[in-house]
């Protein structure tokens, strides 16, 4: 199977070719770029297409043929705070208000620039009013390093998106995920919220808990879900492997709130259920990273004895530099594309053999049935999927421990005698070759990274980001790419290694 259609693309490391629109332009002499920063995305993709309607050309990126900067409620600092940080602090483009497009759309060709259109400078005081400034909206643009300084508000915010992930409200999630990530990249220790005027992705709900934590040390809203026994019991219920936000919810409207309710109940648990329900405790212990290259060692060597030649690859968390994780991810591939297939059977029936698996569940690889695979360059059917299609084993392991894994016991006693092992999750995914980038991408995270990166390639690339592929909307075909590196690059953006994507 040859899943990605190989065509050569013609590109040089930018999206510059792609955004020249000159033909359908009425006005050469005039390019402009809509700043997305407190317009919003939306409102920027409907002014561009009402503004190329009208025979203008409207450039996705800034490059030195921009004419107009069109902005809205930016004052003309942080519109040139935003151009120095993109490299083009010295552009002579004109930095007009919206009112200068309106007024342009409705006549129908380019206005005259009053003075009214022109943006007013004003002072910036501090520095990091000038460090805010320069933020980019989507966190796959920013570096983000696992130390930063703004810990009290992250780890607030991230409590009310966890909450909010448990209530199944993804759209209030996401807003206090990008909110935390843009505490995590900016770059002080917020002491004041003016600080963070102009910074991307705080909406006025994230702004009032960080305002609440500045005047009180605590956020009421925070605290008060922190102590819910509705945020508890979910929290609680969904730590059991197998057990999502679905089966939780369910279970606490009957009533369950706790390990021993839910073994009372008579509930029936599936097998996944059962193996997380044996494993609770050891489970919701985090996986060290010399726990995590102990089962290293032992995927190697099994996917080793299996298939020579064959690539094991740390991911996640871990990949990112994190020294300890829910689980442990690994990506294998073999050079020879097809020599991969079927591995994960043959690597279980190893480990099993050897007695260090608890729980697995295994997929086979179902990219060709998935329907985003067209054999014609058709455009991939779910474009923004975050679910990928490979061959992969989920499973529960007896990691060995140098000592006697005794401190759980020592507090619940009921296995009696000591152990050499901990249980730990952990994740096998195997991708053909072609496709490794891609998966390498896909299985690093942080998850806000990964999808803020389908995000900008969806909105401001027209392209359509898998764990599989890259596929252009616009050209119709697909782009392939054997690093990383290559594809940030057909994104047009700066490479971010995985230790600076803790989004
Ligand atoms: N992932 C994925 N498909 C899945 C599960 C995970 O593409 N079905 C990706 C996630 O998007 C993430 C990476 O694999 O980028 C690792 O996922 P996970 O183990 O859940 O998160 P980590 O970042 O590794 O966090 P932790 O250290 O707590 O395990
Ligand atoms: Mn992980
Ligand atoms: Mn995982």
């Known amino acids: 199977m040859v899943p990605l259609k190989r065509r050569k693309v013609s590109w040089t490391g930018g999206a510059s070719t792609s955004d020249s629109r000159d ?25 561009t297409e009402l503004g190329r309607k009208k025979g203008f050309r409207v450039d996705e990126v800034f490059t030195e043929n921009v004419t107009h900067v069109i ?7 942080e519109v040139r705070g935003w151009l120095s ?13 919206i009112s200068w497009l309106t007024e342009s759309l409705s006549a129908g060709c380019p206005a005259h620039i009053l003075q009214r259109h022109r943006l007013t400078e004003r002072q910036t005081s501090s ?29 607030a915010l991230s409590l009310l998106a966890e909450n909010a992930e448990l209530s199944e409200d993804g ?3 996401v807003a206090f995920r990008r909110a935390a990530a843009t505490l995590k990249a900016f770059p002080e220790q917020v002491t004041d919220a003016r600080q963070l005027r102009g910074c991307p992705c705080l909406g006025r709900h994230s702004l009032g808990v960080i305002q609440d934590i500045l005047e009180n040390g605590t956020s009421r809203e925070v605290e008060a879900t922190r102590r819910s026994e509705r945020f508890q019991a979910l929290k609680l219920l969904t730590g059991i492997f197998g057990v999502g936000t679905k089966t939780a919810a369910q279970w606490f409207r009957e009533g369950i709130r706790n390990l021993p309710q839910l073994l009372q109940s008579g509930c029936a648990l599936n097998g996944a259920q059962r193996a997380g329900v044996a494993h609770y405790d050891d489970l919701t212990q985090d996986v060290t990273k010399a726990e995590a290259d102990v089962v290293g060692r032992i995927v190697e060597e099994a996917v080793g004895a299996e298939l020579p030649g064959a690539r094991v690859v740390l991911v996640g968390g871990f990949r990112r530099g994190k020294p300890s994780g829910h689980d442990v991810d690994f990506l294998i591939t073999h050079p020879q594309e097809g020599r991969e297939e079927g591995l994960i059977p043959k690597v279980v029936a190893r480990l099993e053999a050897r007695d260090f698996l608890l729980y697995h569940k295994s997929s086979r690889n179902s990219y060709a049935e998935a329907n985003v695979a067209p054999a014609r360059p058709a455009r991939p059917a779910r474009p923004a999927s975050s679910m990928d299609h490979f061959e992969r084993c989920l499973s529960i392991w007896k990691v060995p421990t140098p000592e006697p894994h005794s401190h759980r016991d020592d507090a619940a006693p009921r ?17 053909p070759f072609s496709q490794f980038a891609f998966a390498l991408l896909g299985w690093t995270g942080s998850k ?14 027209d392209m359509s980001l898998s764990s599989h592929a890259l596929y252009d909307n616009k050209q119709r075909e697909f782009l392939p790419a054997a690093t990383e590196e290559e594809i940030f690059a057909h994104l047009a953006l700066e490479y971010v290694p995985p230790s600076e994507r803790n989004a």
């Not at 602090?89 to 930095?95: E, I, K, N, R, Y």
């Open 448 to 461: 806000l990274f990964e999808r803020e990166l389908r995000r900008w390639a969806a909105h401001r690339k």
């Open 171 to 173: 759209g209030r999630a």
């Open 415 to 431: 296995r009696g005698e000591c152990r050499r092992w901990r249980a730990a999750r952990v994740d096998l995914v195997v991708c």
């Open 71 to 77: 902005s809205e409620k930016n004052s003309g600092d």
């Open 85 to 97: 940080s993109q490299g083009h602090g010295s552009t002579p483009a004109h930095l007009v208000d």
């Open 23 to 47: 033909d359908a332009s009425k006005f050469p002499q005039v390019v402009l770029f809509l700043l997305e920063r407190k317009m919003g995305t939306s409102r920027r993709i409907f002014l």
């Open 127 to 155: 520095r990091d009013e000038a460090a805010a400034f320069s933020m980019p909206v989507y966190a796959c643009q920013r570096r983000t390093t696992l130390d930063h300084r703004n810990a009290v508000f992250t780890e």
